[in-house]
């Protein structure tokens, strides 16, 4: 197998990408990396000088000798277009259209997902860390993003631009957290909705499946 994804079934970054790999029916390993480990962290800064997961390798290619690895997801994605092409194009090629699909990656990545993580990666700190103003900070970051998201949605559109593509496969981890950390039902009922579009999709729905029995994990508060 050429292509090797190492990841976390929990991580909702590596989600980003794995929704992109099963759209497009992409062979690949997927190799579960524990970095709450010590020496597995530290070997893993080989793949991904950041520690951050996930990195894709790619030892090899139907078109010739590759030896890469990939990091950040939405790169990752950016590799998928261009050396495994699927019937779901992640990003246009036409690049007026481009520019609007990456500001919407970033808007999930920047405005949702990370305030999502900062409040997520509170829970586990010990008592005597916590940070209660960056986590207030965090939560009135995630409520202006989804007011946003929420007026943008009032089109009815079902994918955020067009056809589902890069920003659909950043939107589903990060809305799919932030609803367990401020639920979207309260406030925002067509990002709910829009959520809702996205897990009945069947790549959605093999990552939630995998994902399942690890949910124990995730600190509900
Ligand atoms: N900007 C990165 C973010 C990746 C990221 O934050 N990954 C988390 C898991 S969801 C991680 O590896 N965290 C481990 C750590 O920060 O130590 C990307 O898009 O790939």
Known sequence: MSLT????????????VLIGLYENDVAFENV???LGDPEVREAFRKLSPMGKMPALRDTGHPEGARDETV???????DYLDLHYPGPVRFTPADA???????????FFDHYI?????????DRLR?????????????YAQLAKA???????????????????????????????????????????????AY????KARPSVQRVLTEAEPFFQYFPEA
Not at 96 to 106: C, I, N, Q, S, T
């Open 126 to 138: 010990p008592k005597e860390s916590k940070d209660g103003f960056g986590v207030d900070e965090a």
């Open 71 to 77: 990091n950040e997801t939405s790169v990752i994605l």
């Open 5 to 16: 994804l190492h990841a976390h079934p929990l991580s909702s970054f590596c989600w980003k």
């Open 195 to 198: 959520l809702e579009r996205l």
């Open 96 to 106: 007026d259209a481009a520019w609007r699909v990456r500001f919407w990656d970033r």
């Open 113 to 121: 997902h990370h305030p999502m993580q900062r409040i997520v990666a």
């Open 146 to 192: 989804c007011d946003h998201l929420e007026s943008v949605l009032a089109d009815d559109r079902a994918w955020m631009c067009g056809d589902f593509g890069l920003a659909d496969c950043a939107a589903m981890p990060a809305l799919f957290y932030a609803n367990k950390v401020q639920p979207l039902a309260e406030r925002w009922p067509l990002s709910l």
């Open 32 to 34: 579960t990396v524990n």
